[in-house]
């Protein structure tokens, strides 16, 4: 039987489970979903057909984007870089596997060149007399697919403007601009005792490059193209350096006379066809 202070205890344990439900309910208000969708502020079947074309409409723009921004690149690689560089040796040794005697080249030579699993690119190797060489980069860079730039080690020190001066040439034509293909600087003759490293000869072309963007900057037309004006590389205002271009820019050395130092041309080459 229950005395006083049991009958105190069952009134007080009744008042604190009343008070707990007045909480639960004031936490968890019922919510009727009928009600709120069919209110004027939930969403009718007007809204969301609007909300359906937005999204369809943002889609179809974000897809037209894409199709037009794609890179309209061709199959052609072009081999370029001072006259001597070894590019004709080059190019014969990738695709004949043998060294062979070169002379100036005056015309591009254009070779196909076979990447495991059907794919290829066209390898033009472009004369590097200064005559002739800008006309020839025109008439490809549009739809270059990669830009190989054959440096002589061994004499870039003493030919540092005209190699910088083609560079520029070819980096700020308007259609290399704008496509960034990637570019693959082969540090050649290797070989040869004098010849500089690639780490150097970065060095010695962000800093003339810097100085013949600023001169060729002065200058309305591209001096080496067919007059379409030059195209400022780099950020202004700052020295220039590779990291700067969008193009993926890797530089490489070898020899064009010994087939085992070409391996980063390759795979190079295998990565942009
Ligand atoms: N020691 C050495 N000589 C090389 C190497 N590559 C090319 N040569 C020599 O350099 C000279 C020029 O080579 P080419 O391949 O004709 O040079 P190029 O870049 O085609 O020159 P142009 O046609 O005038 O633009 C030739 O006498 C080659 O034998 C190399 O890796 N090492
Ligand atoms: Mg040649």
Same mark, same amino acid.
């Given at each position: =039987?229950?005395?006083?202070?049991g009958?105190?205890?069952?009134?007080?344990?009744?008042?604190?489970?009343?008070? #707990?439900?007045? =909480?639960?309910?004031?936490?968890?208000?019922?919510?009727d979903?009928?009600e709120?969708l069919?209110?004027?502020?939930?969403?009718g079947?007007?809204?969301?057909?609007?909300?359906?074309?937005?999204?369809v409409?943002l889609?179809?723009?974000l897809?037209?984007?894409?199709?037009?921004?794609?890179?309209?690149?061709?199959?052609?690689?072009?081999?370029?870089?001072?006259?001597?560089?070894?590019k004709?040796?080059l190019?014969a040794?990738?695709?004949?596997?043998k060294?062979?005697?070169?002379v100036?080249?005056?015309?591009e030579n254009?070779h196909?060149?076979?990447?495991?699993?059907?794919?290829?690119v066209?390898l033009?190797?472009?004369?590097?007399?200064?005559?002739?060489?800008?006309?020839?980069?025109?008439?490809?860079?549009?739809?270059?697919?990669g830009?190989? #730039?054959?440096?002589?080690?061994?004499?870039?020190?003493?030919?540092?403007?005209?190699?910088?001066? #083609?560079?520029h040439?070819?980096?700020?034509s308007?259609?290399?601009?704008a496509?960034?293909?990637p570019? =693959?600087?082969?540090?050649?003759?290797?070989?040869?005792?004098?010849a500089?490293?690639?780490?150097?000869?970065?060095g010695?072309?962000e800093?003339?490059?810097?100085?013949?963007?600023?001169?060729?900057?002065?200058?309305?037309?591209?001096?080496?193209?067919?007059?379409?004006?030059?195209?400022y590389?780099?950020?202004?205002?700052?020295a220039?350096?590779?990291?700067?271009?969008?193009?993926?820019?890797?530089?490489?050395?070898?020899?064009s006379?010994?087939?085992?130092?070409?391996?980063?041309?390759?795979?190079?080459?295998?990565?942009?066809a």
């Open positions: =039987m229950a005395g006083p202070g009958e105190k205890l069952a009134s007080k344990v009744a008042e604190k489970v009343a008070e #707990f439900k007045e =909480m639960k309910e004031a936490r968890v208000p019922n919510v979903f009928e709120v069919s209110s004027p502020s939930g969403m079947s007007n809204e969301l057909g609007l909300v359906v074309g937005v999204v409409g889609l179809t723009l897809l037209l984007w894409w199709w037009t921004s794609r890179k309209s690149l061709g199959r052609v690689v072009l081999v370029c870089g001072s006259s001597d560089g070894g004709t040796s190019l040794q990738l695709v004949s596997g060294p062979v005697e070169t100036t080249s005056l015309i254009r196909p060149w076979q990447v495991e699993g059907g794919r290829s066209d033009v190797d472009v004369p590097g007399s200064e005559r002739i060489r800008g006309a020839i980069v025109d008439k490809y860079s549009s739809g270059a697919r830009i190989l #730039f054959v440096v002589d080690s061994a004499t870039v020190a003493k030919q540092v403007r005209d190699v910088a001066e #083609f560079l040439s070819i980096l700020s308007p259609s290399v601009a496509n960034s293909p570019l =693959m600087v082969l540090c050649n003759k290797q070989d040869v005792a004098v500089k490293s690639s780490q150097v000869i970065k010695l072309l800093k003339e490059l810097d100085k013949v963007r600023v001169s060729r900057g002065s200058q309305l037309d591209n001096l080496e193209g067919s007059g379409q004006e030059a195209v590389i780099g950020k202004e205002g700052r220039f350096d590779f990291s700067q271009l969008r193009s993926r820019v890797e530089f490489c050395e070898g020899s006379q010994d087939p085992s130092t070409l391996g980063p041309v390759t795979s190079w080459l295998e990565g942009v």
